[in-house]
């Protein structure tokens, strides 16, 4: 892809990387993913903002051939998807010094061992003049590590974000075409990598809330040029309050607990709860990411395995627990052979989630009419319990 104008003097560049299917050997990227760079040529400096992940270097220096100077490289964030391919440039550009906050010039130091003689650490809130055109850094903590910040053009009212707004999404489009589709692929990046940081993103968003944006330009997925449609979308995953929202992450290996999943589900729907249902033998865990950012509760659902839950459960649980979503309620329905700490074990890994624990149901063998009437009062006290809290 060649170099695409922006805005005057503004440029975005590059690489689509459609077929990348993990991230960080973790997370699933059905669509793909975008890692933008952006040149910024003002009357007397030259700023490239991010580079490209090392993978995709030659296309980035392919749109860099005609560019005979860069005085300044900004570094959001010291990932390697965004600071990968520096090196490169900085081997190109021989004069070419490294913009980025205290942190991220040790972890580039550390990660990518650039001599510290190459950078400039800026201040928060601290402004360089290109000229015509002046950059403000505003630090940004943990979108998605410590050291991250974002930079605003003020000339342009553009917002250079990184990861913070991004979305894992290949696509030719310059700007968001399709918002339900951008829509998705961010709220699945804010969910992944975001929203243990919930609280400092508030915070975040509170520091750029008197910006003049036009446009917010990213470092993943398309440009936004309606601000709003992202700004508010973050706003909403980041407040403090759930929605009337189940998610059931379950496995069944003979098929007892996937029948008190398909009664409980059931008797959810009939009292207005929405659930989303996962079986994690074969669920993107993408997707339950996704419907962990607005559910109230999590009931997780697990055969006995050698005393303890499927390792599959353990895996779920354990990363909700890292993910450290705004649930208030979570229970474990299941089923055992002989005997079961399926409970206990499952209790054990979710310590992050500050969940009130609603009473679990675990039978013996294939469900039968006890077990039924202890499911419907599961869904019962659910229900209730996402009333009085005026769930909707
Ligand atoms: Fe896109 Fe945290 O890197």
Redesign the pocket.
């Known amino acids: 892809m060649k170099a695409r104008k922006v805005k005057e003097g503004i440029d975005w560049m590059g690489a689509v990387d459609w077929d990348r299917r993990l991230f960080d050997s973790l997370i699933p990227l059905p669509d793909g993913t975008s890692y933008n760079a952006y040149l910024i040529q003002g009357s007397e400096k030259t700023v490239l903002v991010d580079t490209v992940d090392p993978s995709m270097v030659d296309v980035l220096l392919f749109q860099l051939e005609s560019v005979p100077n860069i005085d300044y490289v900004i570094a959001h964030?010291a990932?390697q998807?965004?600071s990968g391919s520096l090196p490169h440039v900085l081997e190109k550009y021989k004069n070419a010094r490294v913009l980025t906050t205290p942190k991220g010039k040790g972890m580039l130091v550390d990660h990518l061992l650039i001599p510290e003689e190459r950078f400039i650490t800026v201040d928060d809130g601290e402004t360089l003049s290109l000229g015509d055109k002046t950059l403000e850094f505003i630090y940004t903590p943990w979108v998605?590590?410590p050291e991250t910040m974002v930079t605003y053009l003020r000339e342009d009212q553009i917002l250079f974000t990184?990861?913070f707004f991004?979305s894992h999404l290949a696509t030719t489009d310059l700007y968001v075409t399709d918002e339900g589709r951008v829509y998705e692929a961010a709220k699945r990046y804010y969910a992944e990598?975001m929203m243990p940081f919930r609280k400092i993103i508030q915070k975040n968003l509170e520091k750029i809330q008197d910006l003049e944006i036009d446009l917010i330009a990213p470092?993943?997925g398309p440009i936004y040029d309606r601000p709003a449609f992202i700004i508010d979308a973050y706003r909403d995953w980041v407040s403090e309050i759930p929605r009337n929202v189940v998610v059931l992450p379950y496995i069944s290996m003979h098929g007892s607990t996937a029948k008190m999943v398909e009664y409980l589900v059931s008797a959810l729907a009939e009292k207005g709860v929405t659930v989303h249902q996962f079986d994690l033998a074969v669920t993107d865990i993408g997707k339950l990411a996704i419907t962990l950012v607005d559910a109230a509760t999590i009931v997780i659902g697990t055969p006995t395995v050698h005393v303890g839950p499927h390792p599959n459960v353990f895996y779920a649980a354990y990363l909700a627990n890292a993910l450290r979503p705004k649930l208030k309620f979570a229970s474990i329905i299941g089923s055992y052979g002989w005997s079961s700490k399926a409970i206990e074990q499952i209790a054990g890994l979710i310590p992050n989630l500050q969940v009130e624990i609603l009473e679990p149901v675990l039978c013996k063998g294939f469900p039968r009419e006890a077990d039924f009437k202890a499911l419907d009062n599961l869904a019962a006290t659910i229900a209730e319990k996402h009333k009085e809290h005026n769930l909707t």
């Open positions: 964030h990932e998807d965004h998605h590590w990184c990861d991004g990598i470092s993943h």
